[in-house]
């Protein structure tokens, strides 16, 4: 699996738009690029997974550089409720030797 | 549909005794997880299984065992619990790999968690 490296923590205020690198500079050909949320006291919850270029859903975009070394979780405008952790994960879903192993992730701090 | 269920929520136990935590999930899902989260630190992978039948260990997996006999059911247990067990026990699930569907992202499916502390 390739190893991912992210900020330990962020800090930002309400209604800024929010972006968060995370590299992983052997990522295989096969390897997706997923991001997690995590609350406090609660399981992470998928947020976004891209492959290329420019995903966006309804939470947020990840935008991946065509060398896909690095990759940027993007949440626009945030509130005091997007304070979590957010974690990169790069491997490929189906492959049944898929681990899932987490990162330390970033801890993403929201002032009003 | 109540997606992946941990069992029990939260435990006591005294160094030396043992337990286990049950994992049930309704999605049909191959895969299983079982992670241990610290205080301020990253989800470790401990167990995880790819059918039921199988299991592997994960990157912490010492100190634990676990039993997949029903493809619904991920089974961790601590034979004999230590104070460096403490910590937030998730589950999580999720499909298989190609045929489950196109747009199958392999997203994970966590529980709520189960918060065990040992004496």
């Known amino acids: 699996l390739a190893k991912t490296t992210q900020p330990i923590s962020m800090d930002s205020y309400e209604g800024q738009e929010v972006n968060i690198t995370c590299s992983h500079n052997n990522i295989a050909t096969n390897d997706y690029i997923t991001w997690y949320q995590q609350f406090p006291s609660q399981g992470p919850r998928f947020i976004i997974q891209?492959?290329?270029t420019k995903v966006t859903n309804e939470v947020a975009s990840l935008f991946i550089p065509a060398d896909r070394k690095s990759s940027t979780l993007s949440l626009p405008r945030v509130s005091l409720s997007d304070t979590a952790v957010y974690y990169c994960l790069v491997g490929a879903p189906m492959d049944s030797s898929y681990k899932l192993i987490f990162g330390s992730g970033t801890r993403l701090l929201v002032r009003p | 549909n109540a997606g992946v269920t941990q069992t029990p929520k939260f435990r006591v136990l005294k160094t030396g005794q043992s337990m286990t935590l049950l994992c049930a999930q309704d999605m049909n899902h191959e895969y299983m997880y079982w992670y241990r989260q610290d205080p301020g630190m990253g989800l470790r992978l401990i167990h995880y299984s790819v059918g039921e039948g199988t299991t592997a260990k994960g990157e912490v997996p010492d100190g634990y065992n676990v039993s997949r006999l029903k493809k619904q059911n991920f089974l961790l247990g601590l034979e004999s619990a230590a104070p460096s067990q403490t910590s937030v026990y998730f589950c999580a699930s999720k499909n298989g790999g190609l045929g489950q569907g196109i747009r199958n992202t392999g997203e994970l499916f966590f529980g709520e968690g189960s918060r065990l502390t040992v004496l």
């Open positions: 891209g492959y290329k």
